[in-house]
């Protein structure tokens, strides 16, 4: 019995990093229809950037809670920046064009800072060490990791903030007018450029935050390092409903879980088939996620 | 005939490469360039620690025969190409090698699965191809082309399963192997093979695939059975995750492993996590021996001080293996080059003397080193074949007692 509550608090913490990252693609998705396929890999550059200013202020030597959030605030602003100018130089010149061109384009992107990132950095895993070392929590026979912890709460507060933009400001008001008709939310005086540009921020800005945390999960920083978990937080952001924010967390825990219990009590062989098959048996049934609505046709 | 004529092309083309081959096979006896050897390994990627010791070990051999006027009264020339960790590329640069760079012998790769997607190019092109360190018997079953300068997965099981059972003394041992990795898979079946022999016991059994960051739920089955060690044939890339993720899952016991583990890397990544953990090796640069005293100091001179780990020594005696059989070869094709390397009898290697098998594998004690902290390993004992006496001048005989 204690082998399952511990693969239930594994597929837990793993599913916290799943939809930390998936919170970010569903945002960008529901303002602007675009699946930002780069989303993973603006979220390596988020762990590169963090080695980067650890080794430089010293942390990666003589790691601190306060060094770790001025690393976290370092790579959350370097993730703003990109997001700021991908957005801008590789989405915005496309948004008239059909939906399949910026797809396209974002794959792209993608590609370009996985490649880019190995030609930079180099292709050669660095070992990312940021937050203290911690033994972690042993209660009974069940551990629990400490940046599991942080990672399970920062995802939770994340989620409530990000809602709470979304349905309690103005910028949120905004988000949403521009997602529902963008014409005539700009005939209503939104600045849609601004709104655009606002969501890639916030959404490269939550990459970059689970950036840092995944990497002091698995503390091997290397640029190919985006590819995997983008997918599987893309999967989690379509079985939770793409676009809904809670619908993300809900994806993420799901397919962490299901990924944990598969490769516990089946074969790890058979993990990713099984997050994927799970994906596929959701959109039979319904085809909007798990917290999705379906939506009204516009006239 | 609009069908036939690019297949027609296709096979002109495939006759005038075919013709350029036999042209560099049929090396005349008395041409006077430099004397091409190629050499495939993960400069990048994952795994680059072993392509890159085993560039140094394998550059210093030849500087040094350079030095002693080359092969034949011609020079040595060494032509590196990367295949960032991935058997396809390894392939391509085998063949690339091969095709364009002319050259006479392969000398690579590291890891068992990349040398198995090359050897099939270097036995078809009839060029010998010697791999340093791949352990995985299959791959000079791939031809009799294809050779090696290490022991052999079944020796580096049954060295893992006589240390468990006669250093540790432990009676019940988990298994947590790379599915995806030839090298994984045989030495964990090896280890279960001599293990079960001694009268061990193997209580759990748990895979992952290359790539993984996430062993949570594998840990979390074997701390379950309570093994009293860990046996992880593994890389140490996912060595070092694997340790650290072990000890926040409360699993105590020491983790063992392979010759895969041979990296700075691993405790860097590993951390405290790895330290105490044993693994068994080609060879250990702290060994008294005066062979390996020497290989060392002139490694450290050679680079900056860096000191050789087993990939740099393996990749020294597999070059100087190769161009030991290319001066004993009546020419330098492929063929002759070929029988002069399965001639090979107590070649005088630094990590121990080498002699071939029918089966193009040499025969070779190990060592067993343990993770110190710090990062250091420290050697605990050598382990020879049985049957097999210590050879005088390789050292390390004090620690053969067993």
Redesign the interface.
């Known amino acids: 019995m204690?082998?399952f509550f511990?693969?239930i608090i594994?597929g837990i913490?793993?599913g916290a990093i799943y939809a930390l990252i998936a919170l970010g693609y569903t945002m960008v998705y529901g303002v602007l229809k675009l699946i930002n396929f780069a989303h993973g890999d603006v979220f390596m550059i988020g762990a590169m950037v963090g080695w980067y200013v650890a080794r430089w202020t010293g942390e990666s030597r003589d790691p601190s809670i306060p060094g770790a959030l001025l690393v976290t605030l370092a790579s959350m602003l370097a993730c703003a920046i990109l997001g700021f100018v991908i957005e801008r130089a590789a989405y915005r010149p496309l948004r008239n064009s059909p939906r399949l061109n910026s797809l396209i384009t974002a794959i792209g992107v993608s590609f370009f800072l996985e490649y880019g990132g190995?030609y930079v950095f180099?292709?050669?895993?660095r070992?990312f060490?940021v937050l203290p070392?911690h033994?972690?929590l042993?209660v009974g026979?069940v551990?629990l990791?400490y940046v599991d912890v942080v990672t399970v709460v920062v995802s939770v507060v994340l989620m409530f903030l990000l809602q709470r933009i979304v349905f309690h400001t103005r910028m949120g008001t905004a988000m949403r007018a521009v997602s529902y008709n963008s014409t005539v939310a700009s005939l209503m005086g939104v600045n849609i450029d601004l709104v655009i540009s606002f969501t890639f921020v916030l959404g490269s800005v939550l990459a970059a935050v689970a950036g840092i945390l995944y990497a002091s999960k698995?503390?091997?920083v290397?640029p190919l390092m985006g590819l995997?978990p983008g997918l599987k937080a893309f999967v989690a952001a379509v079985l939770g409903g793409i676009g809904n924010v809670p619908g993300a967390m809900l994806g993420g825990l799901v397919l962490g879980l299901a990924?944990?219990?598969?490769?516990?009590y089946l074969?790890?062989?058979w993990r990713d088939a099984v997050a994927f098959g799970i994906l596929i048996l959701v959109l039979l049934v319904r085809p909007t996620g798990l917290l999705g609505r379906g939506e009204a046709e516009k006239v | 005939m609009r069908r036939i004529l690019p297949s027609l092309l296709a096979l002109a083309a495939l006759a005038a490469c075919k013709k350029q081959d036999q042209g560099s096979g049929m090396m005349s006896p008395n041409a006077t360039g430099p004397i091409v050897i190629g050499e495939v390994g993960s400069m990048?990627?994952?795994e680059?620690t072993f392509g890159l010791s085993s560039a140094n070990g394998i550059q210093l051999a030849i500087d040094e025969f350079n030095a002693k006027g080359g092969v034949k009264g011609r020079r040595l020339e060494v032509k590196v190409l990367d295949d960032?960790g991935r058997p396809e590329e390894a392939a391509t640069a085998a063949t690339r090698l091969i095709a364009s760079e002319h050259v006479v012998a392969l000398l690579g790769e590291v890891a068992s699965t990349r040398s198995m997607f090359m050897a099939p190019k270097a036995q078809q092109a009839k060029v010998p191809m010697v791999t340093p360190s791949s352990t995985n018997p299959a791959v000079t079953e791939k031809g009799d082309y294809i050779f090696r300068a290490c022991f052999i997965d079944p020796f580096q099981g049954y060295v893992g399963a006589t240390f468990a059972h006669d250093n540790l003394k432990v009676k019940k041992v988990a298994i947590l192997k790379d599915?995806r990795n030839d090298y994984s898979v045989g030495l964990a079946k090896n280890f279960i093979d001599a293990f079960t022999k001694t009268g061990g016991q193997i209580i759990a059994q748990?895979?992952?695939?290359n790539?993984?960051?996430?062993f949570?739920?594998?840990l979390?089955?074997i701390?379950?059975a309570g093994p009293q060690a860990l046996y992880v044939p593994g890389y140490y890339?996912d060595v070092?995750?694997i340790a650290?993720q072990a000890?926040?899952?409360?699993i105590t016991v020491p983790l063992l492993g392979g010759d895969g583990w041979d990296s700075e890397?691993l405790y860097?990544?590993g951390?405290?996590a790895i330290v105490g953990s044993y693994f068994s090796n080609h060879y250990s640069p702290d060994d008294p021996s005066p062979r390996i005293q020497e290989f060392v100091a002139k490694y450290k001179k050679a680079y900056g001080g860096q000191v050789p780990d087993s990939l740099a020594a393996q990749a020294y005696d597999a070059a100087g293996m190769l161009v030991d059989a290319m001066k004993r070869a009546k020419d330098l094709t492929g063929p002759s080059i070929r029988d002069a390397l399965a001639a090979t009898k107590d070649y005088a290697g630094v990590t121990g003397n080498i002699t071939l098998d029918q089966n193009r594998n040499p025969l070779k004690p190990a060592v067993v080193l343990k993770v110190a902290k710090g990062g250091k390993y420290e050697f605990v004992t050598k382990v020879y074949p049985e049957g097999m006496q210590p050879e005088s001048g390789s050292g390390g005989d004090a620690a053969a007692k067993k």
Not at chain 1, 122 to 125: C, M, R, S
């Open positions: 204690a082998e511990q693969h594994n913490s793993v190995q180099g292709p050669n895993p070992v060490t070392r033994p972690g042993h026979p551990s990791g698995y503390p091997s290397q995997m990924e944990q219990i598969v490769s516990g074969s790890s062989s | 990048t990627g994952t680059a960032q599915v748990e895979s992952y695939s790539g993984d960051v996430d949570k739920a594998q979390t089955n701390k379950a890339t070092g995750l650290r000890r926040e899952a409360g890397k860097e990544i951390g405290d």
